[in-house]
């Protein structure tokens, strides 16, 4: 096995197997290419009646590997996956699924699978009734119990005018997936079996049928903290908030516009979650009644808005917490760093959180950058006073300290 040399592109096998999907595998191929991957397309023989390989030789820019005796003298059934920092399988289909959780060895593609000892990351697509089988489902499931990440398949258009679970993930949304992983290099997933319930975003509450209250937030770092948790072999729940950004890969995404709906959807799926991350903003207040018709100005003068406050949602899972779950919560405060803490440790205890990650925000500041600052207080009196970082690993170093508390 040969580790990455420093300095030296990271080395990428993208495995396709041979689903109509496979011509989003170019896009995804180009993304790879483009960031600074060194990639090596291995198609099946079925792909190959989807997309030539002169196709997958034009983008990688490397020859393309198809069966175990081109250039038999280099071995190439055993120097790939060796070689390899991150295998990635898009499409995965059921077949190529059922081969790889089995062993079976019968092209170069399944030969490569069991000999990469890097990361594995396969993005299924497929008919909604061949990933819903038993067979599919024990097929992921040993995969995933072996290390290897497997995506959920998106829910939309699928072959011919069937809709459903089953459709690959967006490439960018795989390649997002795929860069997690080479982040965190061979070190094995780390929340294998766990489900995590991720929010996002910022709640409106409408004032009539074309008005509402919100707030800024872009919904970035929990969708930042939902692509980590997957990366680490979590089964992710994202409640989002009126969030505009691309669906993650292998997520489950739970769309919700009011906090009312916000409470409802996140009391719901936190009954089975391991740990409740609750990065969304809500709104602290709401109209008390709502406007049948737009409000009109009268002779130019503004209405007086009655406003009443909403549930703590945080607060009423940490007072429903089952044993062992870990509730993270966030601070958001705009007074400065030391009153920011104070008002974050007053808001640890009282919504009785394990960790709460608090941050200094404004116009200029976290709300839709691509960087956060953030001090992660916990209930055990710990404190990691973290830099500006990227959202990306600053939603690692969270799943980090919620993990350090699953132990």
């Given at each position: 096995?040969?580790?990455?040399?420093?300095?030296?592109?990271?080395?990428?096998?993208?495995?396709?197997?041979?689903?109509?999907?496979?011509?989003?595998?170019?896009?995804?191929?180009?993304?790879?290419?483009?960031?600074?991957?060194?990639?090596?397309?291995?198609?099946?023989?079925?792909?190959?009646?989807?997309?030539?390989?002169?196709?997958?030789?034009?983008?990688?820019?490397?020859?393309?590997?198809?069966?175990?005796?081109?250039?038999?003298?280099?071995?190439?059934?055993?120097?790939?996956?060796?070689?390899?920092?991150?295998?990635?399988?898009?499409?995965?289909?059921a077949d190529l699924l059922a081969k790889a959780a089995h062993g079976l060895a019968d092209d170069l593609l399944t030969n490569?699978?069991?000999?990469?000892?890097?990361?594995?990351?396969?993005?299924?697509?497929?008919?909604?009734?061949?990933?819903?089988?038993?067979?599919?489902?024990?097929?992921?499931?040993?995969?995933?119990?072996?290390?290897?990440?497997?995506?959920?398949?998106?829910?939309?258009?699928?072959?011919?005018?069937?809709?459903?679970?089953?459709?690959?993930?967006?490439?960018?949304?795989?390649?997002?997936?795929?860069?997690?992983?080479?982040?965190?290099?061979?070190?094995?997933?780390?929340?294998?079996?766990?489900?995590?319930?991720?929010?996002?975003?910022?709640?409106?509450?409408?004032?009539?049928?074309?008005?509402?209250?919100?707030?800024?937030?872009?919904?970035?770092?929990?969708?930042?903290?939902?692509?980590?948790?997957?990366?680490?072999?979590?089964?992710?729940?994202?409640?989002?908030?009126?969030?505009?950004?691309?669906?993650?890969?292998?997520?489950?995404?739970?769309?919700?516009?009011?906090?009312?709906?916000?409470?409802?959807?996140?009391?719901?799926?936190?009954?089975?979650?391991?740990?409740?991350v609750m990065a969304a903003a809500p709104a602290d207040f709401r109209p008390a009644s709502l406007a049948a018709t737009k409000?009109?100005?009268?002779?130019?003068?503004?209405?007086?808005?009655?406003?009443?406050?909403?549930?703590?949602?945080?607060?009423?899972?940490?007072?429903?917490?089952?044993?062992?779950?870990?509730?993270?919560?966030?601070?958001?405060?705009?007074?400065?760093?030391?009153?920011?803490?104070?008002?974050?440790?007053?808001?640890?205890?009282?919504?009785?959180?394990?960790?709460?990650?608090?941050?200094?925000?404004?116009?200029?500041?976290?709300?839709?950058?691509?960087?956060?600052?953030?001090?992660i207080l916990g209930a055990d009196g710990t404190r990691d006073d973290l830099p500006e970082l990227p959202k990306d690993d600053?939603?690692?170093?969270?799943?980090?300290?919620?993990?350090?508390?699953?132990?």
């Open positions: 096995m040969s580790d990455q040399r420093a300095g030296e592109r990271p080395r990428v096998v993208l495995g396709v197997a041979g689903g109509i999907a496979a011509y989003k595998a170019c896009e995804l191929l180009r993304l790879l290419t483009e960031s600074g991957h060194r990639v090596r397309v291995v198609p099946t023989a079925a792909a190959l009646t989807f997309v030539g390989e002169a196709t997958w030789a034009a983008l990688s820019g490397q020859p393309v590997s198809t069966d175990v005796w081109t250039g038999a003298h280099e071995v190439p059934h055993v120097r790939l996956g060796r070689e390899a920092d991150l295998v990635v399988i898009a499409p995965a289909t490569t699978l069991l000999t990469a000892r890097c990361p594995v990351l396969y993005a299924p697509a497929m008919h909604t009734e061949m990933w819903e089988h038993p067979a599919t489902q024990a097929n992921v499931a040993t995969l995933r119990a072996r290390g290897a990440v497997v995506l959920e398949p998106a829910v939309g258009r699928l072959t011919g005018a069937d809709t459903g679970k089953g459709r690959l993930p967006e490439p960018a949304e795989i390649f997002a997936a795929a860069t997690r992983l080479l982040v965190r290099g061979r070190t094995s997933p780390d929340m294998t079996g766990r489900h995590v319930v991720v929010t996002a975003g910022g709640t409106r509450e409408p004032i009539d049928p074309v008005r509402f209250i919100g707030n800024r937030s872009s919904g970035k770092q929990g969708y930042a903290l939902a692509r980590a948790a997957v990366a680490r072999g979590a089964r992710v729940t994202l409640i989002a908030a009126n969030v505009t950004l691309a669906d993650p890969a292998g997520v489950d995404v739970v769309r919700v516009e009011t906090t009312e709906q916000l409470r409802v959807a996140v009391v719901t799926a936190a009954k089975a979650a391991d740990a409740v409000i009109k100005k009268v002779d130019g003068a503004a209405p007086v808005l009655e406003l009443v406050t909403n549930p703590d949602i945080a607060a009423e899972l940490g007072a429903a917490k089952p044993e062992g779950q870990v509730l993270v919560a966030f601070a958001a405060e705009t007074a400065g760093l030391d009153r920011a803490l104070a008002a974050g440790q007053e808001k640890l205890l009282r919504k009785r959180a394990d960790l709460i990650v608090v941050n200094e925000v404004g116009v200029d500041k976290t709300f839709g950058a691509e960087r956060n600052q953030a001090v600053l939603a690692d170093r969270i799943w980090d300290r919620v993990i350090a508390r699953f132990a």
